[in-house]
C-alpha cells in the first residue's frame, strides 16, 4: 500500500478522536461552562449535523479543485474547528467550534476514499479504503481514552488542542505523500445529482443508514448498559471500548480485503452477522465475559460494512462520484444520530438499557434486505443484455463493439 495511505490515515485519527472525545469529557465541559450534562452534549449531536450538512455541501464547492489541496484545505478546517473549541470562552463558541470542524469530516473522507482507490490497482481498491479508515478505528482504541485521560488530568482544552496538532500533522503528511491530483473534470451540478437518480446509489446509501446505525443503538448506551446490567463498574466501560475498538479495527481490515474479492457476499456475511449479534447482546448483557465477547464483535461485524459500502457508492457513480462519495459519509453520521434517538425512546419508554440492541438489530437486518434486493435488481438489469445473442451467435454486446470497424 502507498505511504500516502499513511497520511490520509492520520486524518482519519484526527477526526474520529475529536468525533467521540467528548462523550468522555462531558463532565468537566459541563462543570467549567457551568451548563448542564444534555446541554453539553449538544457538542455531540452539534457535530453530527454539521457533518451531515458540511459533506455535500464541502463536496460541491470543491468539486472543481484538486483533490490534494482540496484535503489539506478540509484539514485546515479542521484544525481551526479544534482551535477555536480549545480556546472558547463560552459554550457557543465552543459549539461553533465544533461544528467548524465537523464540516471538514464528511466531505474529507469522501474525498480521500476516492484518491485512496485511486492510488492502488483496481482489484485492491477496498482495501485502500479500508486502510485510510483504519485510522478512524484506530481513534477509538488509541485517540478516545488517551484523549480523554489527558482531559481529565490536564485538562479538556490540552486534548483538543493535541487534536489540532494531529490535523497539522495530517496537512504536512498529505502535502508531501499524496502525489498530485488532476483537477477533477468539470462536471456540471446535474450530473453529480445524477447519482442519487440510480437506485443502487440509494440502496448502498440507505444500508449505510440502517447497518451502521445498528452499531450505535449499542454504542451510545454501551456504558450505562454495562454498570446498570451486566454489573461493571464504571471505571471499566473504558477497557470495554478499546476491545469495542479493537473490534472495529479488525472488521474494517477484513472487510476491506474481502470486499475486493466478492463485495456483495462480504455485505450479506456483516449484515446477518450484526444483526444476530445486536439480537444476542440483550442475553450476554447480562454475564460480564459472553458481554466482553459479544461487543468487539458487534464492532468487527459493524466496521466489516464500511468498506464495501463505500466501494459500492464509488462503483456505482465511477463518472461524478465526488458528491455521491461524501453524502454516503454523512449517511453513517445520520444513521448514528437516528440510532440514538431510537434508542433513547426506547429507555424512555421503560423498557430498560439493553433494549436499544433489539432497535440495532432490526436496523441491521432491515440493511441486509435491503442488500438482497439491490443484488437482485442488478441481476435483473444485467442478465438480459448479456443474455441476448443475435441471429448469427455472436453475443448483442460484441456485435456493437464489432460493427464500426465492419462498416
Known sequence: ???????????????????????????EIAEEFGVSIPTAGLLTTGYALGVVVG???????????????????????????????????????????????????????????????????????AGAIAMMFTGLTVSTVVGVPMGTLVGQNVGWRVTFLIIAGLGVLAVLGIAALVPPQPRPERTRLSGETAAFRNPQVLLAMAMTVLGFGGVFTMS???APMMTDVAGYAPSSVTWLLVLFGLGMLVGNLVGGRYADRALMPMLYIALGGLAVLLALLPFTAHDKIAAAITIPLIGAFGFATVPPLQKRVLDQTADAPTLASAVNIGAFNLGNAIAAWLGGLVISAGFGYTAPNWVGAAMAASALLLALLSASLERRTTAPSAGRVVASGVPAAAEREAAPAAR
Open 1 to 27: 500500500m502507498p505511504l500516502a495511505l499513511l497520511a490520509l490515515a492520520i486524518g482519519a485519527f484526527g477526526i474520529g478522536t475529536t468525533e467521540f472525545v467528548t462523550s468522555g469529557l462531558l463532565p
Open 55 to 125: 459533506a455535500p455541501i464541502l463536496a460541491i464547492l470543491g468539486g472543481r479543485i484538486p483533490r490534494k489541496t482540496m484535503l489539506m484545505a478540509l484539514m485546515g478546517l479542521f484544525v481551526a474547528g479544534n482551535a477555536l473549541s480549545a480556546v472558547a470562552p463560552v459554550f457557543s463558541v465552543m459549539l461553533a467550534g465544533r461544528i467548524v470542524a465537523s464540516l471538514a469530516h464528511g466531505a474529507f473522507f469522501g474525498i480521500g476514499a476516492i484518491v485512496a482507490a485511486g492510488l492502488v490497482a483496481p482489484q485492491k481498491k
Open 220 to 222: 451510545t448506551y454501551l
